[in-house]
């Protein structure tokens, strides 16, 4: 079975400082990654995935991800966050194999930009 | 195109009440899910439907049943609600192919008293 840790549960940040979310997987297959972001209120949103190929996915709002297989990780990345950052981060995944039609979610990160 | 909506936006219930709340979605999508959202847990899956005329068990399904009217439509019901099913309520769909991409509605805060 798979897994998602999202190990921080709320992360402040300046304006215009850099962040990193956290987010490792447990999964002895192959798998998809997401990352989703909720704003107050609101539902989920894709904000950006990995399937294949380059393991650098990004987002039209500056937003970077990483996938790296061996420390089984995900984090998502922004080098400058402004207020409008603010919202809960989950994080995503999918196995290949044995998944069914299904993601498990991580337990989320609230991201909380600060003046 | 709606997308994904959800009916109603909050409910309070009493305890041994019973609710349906509505989940539809204008994409032609075949899956759809219902999750719940409570602090510090992220989302469960209670249930979903991988396609229509099929339902199946999530992380979290005593208490609740589905149904899957049609393509478009896929409802959660509590037959008799208890205060631990206060919680934010979440249907999606799925795009279809191999992204395994989900569509969330807007959610229904339910408390139980």
């Known amino acids: 079975a798979q897994s998602v840790t999202q190990l921080d549960s709320q992360v402040p940040v300046f304006e215009e400082a850099p962040v990193e979310l956290r987010c490792n997987y447990s999964s002895s297959v192959s798998v998809y990654l997401f990352w989703y972001v909720q704003y107050p209120n609101q539902g989920l949103q894709l904000l950006l995935k990995y399937l294949s190929g380059s393991t650098l996915v990004e987002s039209i709002n500056g937003f970077e991800a990483e996938f790296n297989k061996s420390q089984t990780s995900f984090h998502l990345r922004k080098p400058s966050v402004h207020i409008s950052d603010t919202a809960e981060y989950f994080c995503?995944?999918?196995?290949?194999?044995?998944?069914?039609?299904?993601?498990?979610f991580g337990t989320g990160t609230q991201l909380k930009v600060e003046l | 195109n709606a997308g994904v909506t959800q009916t109603p936006k909050f409910q309070v219930l009493k305890t041994g009440q019973s609710m349906t709340l509505q989940c539809a979605q204008d994409?032609?999508?075949?899956?759809m899910y219902w999750y719940r959202q409570d602090p510090g847990m992220g989302l469960r899956l209670i249930y979903y439907?991988?396609?229509?005329?099929?339902?199946d068990k999530g992380e979290v399904p005593n208490g609740y049943n589905v149904s899957r009217l049609n393509k478009r439509e896929f409802s959660l019901r509590l037959e008799s609600a208890a205060p631990s099913q206060t919680s934010v309520y979440f249907c999606a769909s799925r795009v279809p192919g191999q992204s395994y991409e989900q569509y969330f509605g807007p959610g229904t805060r339910l408390t139980v008293t």
């Open positions: 995503a995944v999918r196995s290949l194999t044995g998944g069914g039609n299904k993601l498990t």
């Open positions: 994409m032609n999508h075949n899956s």
């Open positions: 439907s991988a396609s229509e005329g099929t339902t």
